[in-house]
């Protein structure tokens, strides 16, 4: 028998616009790896763009069950343009724009099975379909721009649904406004494209050339030779130019050598950076004094004045404000804090002072705030007047890039990568196509059904009735004394609890989940053993006793815990219970000795509980007794014959023990 996951009927797909991505045919051997076909099955619509679908190499094999076939989508990188924000990365040290990406959802995915179930007559199930293995992506653009710079660096993708790119700025305010822009106006970020590669992608190397054509073809070097004339030989770049001359120097070689589809190494990146520089920049110098001449030679590509500019005109109306004025605004200048604080204290200046002394004419409170925001970068207050931040400047050879002869071609190896899969950033564009979160869904389940929420509030409302109902406190004026006492109070969950027994705190188990007279609601575990307090003792003696029919005192009372012994020798109970005691001592070397254990109770007077017997000759003797006693009852020893022996060493004890405590309610 042979099968096949070709359609049962012959199925004929027109695909009208442009698919989602495109895959490099050079790298086929990359997708034959893992035995994805790379030719576009089928291509679906989804919202304001179209999702391409693969299949597994293996699909139309005889032997392959329809069961067995595996198909494949390319991720549909959609741009969560509202998530756009701007910060400055502790780490590298750079300001930076981040957004995420979605890649897949189980939205497309549910799309995506039912689509191939049409095209292929048959149902296909959704264990059959996944987003394509990529292992890496990285981030990449149609156009270069000054503003900000992509990551070189290839990131692992793992087919994550969300993922986070960065683009990086020079200054901090550009990324506010990329941000900005992204949140607003998404559509102007459509060159940005994802590209994809598999984990087992090998680096190439390319052999290419820097051109003095790379290096005039660039915009700012345009606007350079526009500036300046043949009499000026060197100029000044900011550190920000600087950067964007080598940006498009760097963007001109590579768009000569290599495709959309190539990755160039960041190692190859830098090399060419760092050969750009070189060639291009002589020196660096930190330009400070506001009378510096070369300031006349610094290009200032900026749309406001130039710091040296600036400080001269700070200068000429703080030279023409009332010395209060003057304090006012150089603390300005000296404590830079937020933008609203700084911008409060400038409108404090005195209006009427501004407008009739400035020699160049009035100004309003509301141009010199517009002032401050623009100089507060590149002017401060040095305790005199105001003067320029210092400035980084790099020295550029115009004569050189005039004379093209004299820059010679550089060659170099640029090592590359090639990615297998290439794909433009989609947008949001219409109310049926939203990025999609596992809590999105779960919202949007919750609220298309009005019926079911209602319900659910419902069951939550009386749930919280019974939560409220149980933890109200409730008692039975009474300790528990059984299971049934205990869920009268509010317990519910089975388990072991101590309840009053007759003359014990018992141990039983309780299971809530039977009804009371079921045998099993309640079963007697044991009993706690529980004492209001400890009572012990252990009384000794330091001397001998010969009088007869006394009771034995004791000159010492090493314990004494709950002080119902006392050194007449009589113990007093003073909880009811069993209790435990034991006695030990030694005759005379003449005599012997006979000593009782007696008890005295309400009901009856000094009773022999038990009898000790020592013979003449310094004998041992002891006795032990387990006693159930009464709150008040009454334990001594009496010398009933003879005599005891005893000295320092002590050969007399006395000891008594509260076993179980008799608990009454």
């Not at 094999?61 to 502790?90: E, M, R, V, W």
């Not at 940006?247 to 001109?252: G, P, R």
């Not at 706690?528 to 252990?538: R, S, W």
């Not at 007093?572 to 070397?589: I, R």
Request: with cysteine; hydrophobic share 35%; proline share 3%.
């Amino acid at each position: 028998m042979t099968f096949s996951c070709l359609p049962l009927l012959t199925i004929c797909v027109t695909v009208s616009t442009v698919i989602s991505g495109q895959p490099d045919i050079s790298a086929s051997s990359s997708w034959a790896k893992l035995q994805i076909s790379p030719d576009t099955l089928v291509s679906m619509a989804y919202g304001n763009f179209r999702v391409d679908i693969y299949e597994h190499a293996n699909n139309h094999k005889s032997t392959t069950t329809p069961s067995n076939c595996k198909y494949f989508y390319a991720p549909i990188a959609l741009l969560d343009h509202q998530g756009a924000t701007s910060s400055f990365n502790n780490v590298t040290k750079k300001a930076e724009m981040r957004f995420r990406i979605e890649m897949w959802n189980d939205k497309v995915q549910n799309q995506v099975v039912n689509y191939l179930g049409k095209v292929v007559g048959r149902q296909v199930d959704d264990h059959q379909v996944q987003v394509i293995p990529f292992e890496n992506v990285i981030l990449s653009s149609t156009s270069s721009s000054n503003i900000y710079s992509l990551g070189t660096d290839w990131k692992s993708y793992r087919q994550h649904k969300f993922f986070w790119f960065t683009l990086s700025c020079i200054d901090q305010k550009d990324c506010d406004q990329l941000a900005d822009n992204m949140r607003n106006n998404p559509q102007q970020f459509d060159h940005l494209k994802l590209q994809f590669s598999w984990s087992a992608q090998t680096s190439k190397t390319k052999e290419t050339a820097i051109r003095i054509e790379n290096v005039m073809s660039g915009q700012l070097v345009s606007d350079l030779l526009q500036r300046f004339d043949q009499k000026n030989k060197e100029i000044w770049l900011t550190f920000k130019d600087e950067k964007r001359i080598l940006k498009e120097t760097a963007t001109n070689v590579l768009v000569e050598s290599f495709d959309n589809t190539d990755v160039v190494s960041p190692d190859s990146e830098s090399q060419i950076n760092n050969i750009l520089k070189n060639l291009l920049f002589s020196s660096t110098k930190i330009i400070k004094n506001e009378s510096d001449k070369t300031w006349e030679l610094v290009f200032w590509n900026e749309e406001i004045d130039r710091p040296d500019q600036m400080a001269k005109k700070l200068n000429d109306i703080y030279n023409n404000l009332d010395k209060e004025s003057q304090n006012k605004m150089s603390e300005v200048y000296q404590h830079q804090k937020s933008n609203k604080q700084q911008s409060t204290k400038m409108k404090g200046l005195n209006n009427l002072t501004v407008q009739t002394n400035l020699t160049s004419g009035s100004m309003k409170i509301e141009d010199l705030d517009k002032l401050y925001q623009t100089s507060k970068d590149y002017v401060e207050w040095n305790g005199d007047k105001f003067v320029p931040k210092p400035l980084t400047a790099s020295k550029i050879n115009l004569t050189q890039l005039r004379d093209k002869k004299s820059l010679q071609d550089r060659k170099l190896i640029v090592k590359y990568s090639t990615s297998v899969l290439s794909t433009p950033i989609n947008f949001v564009q219409n109310s049926h196509l939203t990025l999609t979160d596992e809590w999105q869904n779960l919202k949007e389940e919750v609220e298309g059904n009005s019926q079911l929420l209602a319900h659910v509030m419902t069951t939550m409302e009386n749930m919280q009735k019974e939560i409220n109902a149980s933890a109200a406190s409730t008692s039975i004026g009474r300790m528990p004394k059984s299971c049934d006492d205990l869920q009268k109070i509010g317990h519910r969950k089975s388990g072991l609890y101590p309840v009053m027994g007759d003359k014990t705190v018992d141990n039983v188990y309780c299971d809530f989940t039977k009804p009371i007279n079921d045998g099993g609601f309640q079963k007697v575990i044991g009993f706690f053993d529980v004492k209001t307090l400890p009572v012990y003792f252990h009384a000794q003696k330091n001397k001998s006793h010969t009088t007869g029919n006394t009771a034995v005192p004791f000159e010492i009372l090493r314990l004494n815990v709950g002080n119902a012994m006392n050194t007449s020798g009589v113990f007093v109970v003073p909880k009811s219970g069993k209790y435990f005691f034991a006695y030990s001592g030694l005759s005379e070397g003449g005599i012997h000795a006979r000593v009782d254990l007696q008890v005295k109770t309400d009901a009856a007077d000094w009773t022999k509980v038990g009898q000790a017997y020592g013979q003449a000759g310094y004998n041992t003797f002891s006795l032990q007794a387990t006693l159930d006693l009464a709150k008040g009852n009454q334990i001594r020893l009496l010398l009933a014959e003879g005599q005891l022996h005893d000295n320092d060493n002590r050969y007399t004890s006395f000891v008594g023990q509260l076993l179980d405590e008799e608990i009454v309610q």
